[in-house]
């Protein structure tokens, strides 16, 4: 599934935030919002909610839209991900503790030298990363001063929500935006970067289709509870080979059974696993690398871009999720594997020692 900028098509009940900040126009933006959830749900349910019930979702999502704040990084230079994500980075960052911890995405935190968060009326505070997570794709941070005027989100579950649904989605930052979305599919997602996980929510239509304001955005039920953190911007959220464009969220349920641990260790156990350093493609059947790290372990061992992989120790491999679990298999990041790949008209089988991806990659001192 291809990710790349797209034009942002009409987006219903859109507003975009330039100088106004959100808690002096938290309510108004959510008003706006409320009359498309209405619509939207009248597709389905022709009887109009009840003033409680009215009432009750504009606070929801009033309290949702306030908890969702800026984030910017920076990274230093000769960082292995500069080349890739930049050394400037920006995005958003959802208030999900009483002690100001915020949940993001991951990438915006990797290898960062630092961090700041932009909160209501534009004042930014500086913070420290608490954990970086290569399984889930979260990252959390906590700011360095306390934070007053906000109240931390609710987490929900994507195991309750249904195709169709409206939903929330809110970044963070002078140029956020507030929109309303509907949940298009809920599956399994496969990143080219090795990244899979079982749970991930596609919405439609794109959250601010330019820059990065997607990045860290949160989506939110009718409850105003959290339910993923937004991913990635694509051309195609439906799966099918169509032009929908919208945007991935990581499931918030992926979160809890690791949640105590990033807290505790910077990263859940998952994470460390076999990384190759390969960039890769899922077309027709058929694992195509699409790129190398420089140096890493894949290039070393000979493995080239446009290459066919086949096998991982043998065992054939058909999709980029079959490519993926063959490698993490291996009992640990450091154990040797075989992979058998189609390199012009050749068939090569290469041996290659993958390593820890963490290693890798240069640390902030709190992790």
Same mark, same amino acid.
């Given at each position: 599934? /291809? ?26 933006? *959510? ?21 409680? %019930? ?5 606070? /929801? ?29 920006? +995005? ?32 930014? =505070? ?14 959390? =941070? ?26 929330? !989605? ?29 749970? %991930? ?10 820059? #990065?304001? &997607? ?11 959290? =339910?993923?953190?937004? @991913? ?8 099918? +080979? $169509? ?27 998952? @994470? ?15 694992? &195509? ?6 140096? +890493? ?20 491999? *058909? ?9 993490? !298999? ?18 090569? *089988? ?7 991806? #963490?290693?890798?990659?240069? $640390?902030?001192?709190?992790?």
């Amino acid at each position: 599934m /291809a990710t790349s900028p797209i034009a942002c098509g009409k987006v219903a009940t859109a507003v975009r935030l330039r100088t106004v900040w959100r808690l002096s126009w938290c309510t108004l933006m *959510t008003l706006t919002l409320l009359a498309g959830w209405t619509l939207a749900r009248a597709e389905s349910a022709p009887v109009a909610p009840s003033p409680v %019930a009215a009432k009750d979702l504009l606070e /929801a999502l009033s309290r949702a839209a306030a908890s969702v704040v800026g984030l910017q990084t920076r990274v230093s230079e000769g960082a292995a991900s500069a080349s890739s994500l930049g050394r400037q980075r920006e +995005g958003s960052g959802v208030l999900i503790g009483e002690d100001g911890l915020v949940l993001t995405i991951g990438y915006l935190l990797l290898e960062a030298e630092s961090v700041t968060l932009t909160l209501p009326g534009k004042r930014n =505070v500086p913070a420290r990363i608490v954990a970086y997570d290569i399984d889930t794709g979260f990252g959390l =941070v906590k700011p360095l001063v306390p934070i007053t005027g906000l109240q931390p989100v609710p987490l929900g579950s994507a195991r309750d929500l249904r195709e169709g649904q409206p939903l929330l !989605a809110a970044s963070g930052g002078p140029s956020g935006d507030i929109t309303t979305v509907q949940l298009v599919d809920r599956r399994s997602f496969s990143g080219s970067w090795e990244y899979h996980i079982e749970t %991930a929510l596609f919405t439609s239509p794109p959250l601010l289709a330019s820059g #990065m304001n &997607h990045s860290g955005a949160g989506v939110f039920d009718d409850k105003g509870q959290l =339910v993923g953190i937004g @991913s990635l911007l694509m051309s195609d959220v439906s799966g099918r +080979g $169509q032009r929908a464009p919208g945007n991935m969220f990581v499931a918030i349920d992926l979160l809890k059974p690791v949640f105590a641990e990033l807290q505790a260790q910077g990263r859940s156990q998952r @994470s460390r696993r076999p990384w190759l350093g390969l960039n890769s493609s899922e077309r027709e059947g058929r694992v &195509h690398v699409d790129r190398t790290s420089p140096k +890493g372990p894949a290039q070393t061992a000979g493995v080239a871009a446009g290459d066919l992989v086949l096998a991982v120790d043998g065992q054939a491999v *058909t999709s980029l999720e079959s490519f993926y679990k063959a490698i993490w !298999a291996k009992p640990s990041p450091e154990t040797e594997l075989e992979l058998t790949v189609l390199q012009g008209a050749a068939v090569k *089988t290469l041996r290659i020692k993958p390593v820890d991806r #963490m290693g890798t990659l240069r $640390q902030p001192g709190a992790i």
